[in-house]
């Protein structure tokens, strides 16, 4: 079992920054990749970026522009969502998951494990 808790939401004025924080703890070791993905109200969830693992290799979504950065701090089991140039679009509720199979994407069906959420609003 794979449990991850997000924290590191918040309000921010548009063009301001969030760092979002997923800590992953328990039976981690089958784990592929680690994504970020956010829902706005009345819309599908979608995803923002991920993160294979072992090789650090990273996804992000069109959307992001590259606005936003995901790494990984193996010593402390986290993965971060560095999210600059925030604009009210960005509200949402930024979620992450984890994957433990041997194929990953930004498609959400493809994650097993969730954490809670944190929120993430952006005023104008």
């Known amino acids: 079992q794979v449990q991850l808790v997000e924290s590191g939401g918040g309000s921010v004025q548009a063009g301001g920054s969030v760092r979002l924080s997923c800590l992953v703890s328990?039976?981690?070791?089958?784990?592929?990749?680690i994504g970020w993905f956010r829902q706005i109200p009345g819309k599908e969830r979608e995803g923002v970026s991920a993160?294979?693992?072992?090789?650090?290799?990273?996804a992000y979504a069109d959307f992001v522009r590259g606005r936003f950065t995901i790494s990984q701090d193996n010593a402390k089991n986290t993965v971060y969502l560095q999210m600059n140039s925030l604009a009210p679009e960005d509200s949402a509720m930024y979620f992450c998951?984890?994957?433990?199979?041997?194929?990953?994407?930004?498609?959400?069906?493809?994650?097993?494990?969730w954490g809670q959420g944190t929120q993430v609003t952006v005023s104008s």
């Open positions: 328990g039976y981690t070791s089958n784990i592929r990749a």
């Open positions: 993160i294979h693992t072992a090789s650090g290799t990273t």
């Open positions: 998951a984890a994957n433990l199979g041997n194929y990953w994407t930004l498609n959400p069906d493809v994650y097993n494990y």
